[in-house]
């Protein structure tokens, strides 16, 4: 279960990154099993900027890079930027619509082969593009939904809109800031409408209780040494 739980109630219910100064990965954030540690989640290095490490895959029950905070209604949205550069497939960092290891939807920065090729070492070599992963997963297992190439060297903004039982994920092309940071541009959709209700309570065969979440993670199934930059993540929960 998540060590922590809640939201920022301000207008329209959003929630931003580092409300504490002092403790920035405190409420209304939550983790896994354990609380936020500089050597996985560093706030620091870069200013303004949550830097992850990339620990273990979105199935495992231990050591997860993951932060997220909870949604509270019906319709939401989420976005963050991401800073990455992944060379295997064994890595990737992006965001996340959160349950549990068996329940999730997710759009990650990663590395694949170059379109049309099979796995052959491409990543030693050299080769390979960066692309915006789009996965699904539930009690029969995980699958990916969509796969769009994009230009690494630049962050990249990624959001989602849940209304509903759907959630859309879109990433944002050549997007200006404001002054606040927020990314405007054109949303380009990734994949197809998501269904979301494999979230909640009631999905499955199994007791679950724990409700729906949004956040960030970053996996590195090999040596643990990749990381991936975070800023602007934004939750908006709007009430019906």
Not at 154 to 183: H, I, S
Request: proline content about 6%.
């Amino acid at each position: 279960m998540p060590t922590s739980a809640g939201s920022r109630y301000l207008k329209r219910r959003t929630s931003r990154t580092s409300p504490n100064r002092a403790r920035p990965l405190s409420w209304p954030w939550s983790t896994l099993r354990s609380y936020p540690d500089a050597s996985w989640a560093d706030t620091t290095t870069r200013p303004g900027w949550i830097r992850l490490r990339g620990r273990h895959g979105p199935e495992s029950r231990w050591a997860q890079t993951l932060l997220a905070q909870r949604i509270t209604e019906h319709r939401a949205e989420a976005q963050v930027t991401v800073e990455a550069r992944p060379r295997t497939f064994t890595q990737a960092a992006g965001l996340v619509l959160w349950y549990c290891a068996e329940s999730y939807l997710s759009l990650d920065l990663t590395w694949a082969e170059p379109e049309g090729e099979a796995q052959r070492g491409q990543q030693w070599r050299g080769g390979g593009r960066t692309v915006l992963s789009l996965v699904e997963r539930d009690e029969e297992g995980a699958r990916q939904a969509a796969v769009v190439e994009v230009d690494a060297r630049t962050p990249v903004t990624l959001g989602v809109t849940v209304e509903g039982a759907e959630a859309r994920f879109w990433f944002v092309r050549d997007p200006d800031r404001d002054a606040d940071g927020d990314a405007d541009g054109v949303r380009v959709p990734v994949g197809p409408p998501l269904d979301f209700s494999r979230l909640s309570d009631d999905y499955g065969s199994r007791l679950r209780f724990t409700g729906a979440m949004a956040g960030i993670h970053a996996r590195d199934l090999v040596d643990a040494s990749f990381t991936a930059d975070f800023s602007g993540f934004r939750l908006m929960c709007v009430p019906d």
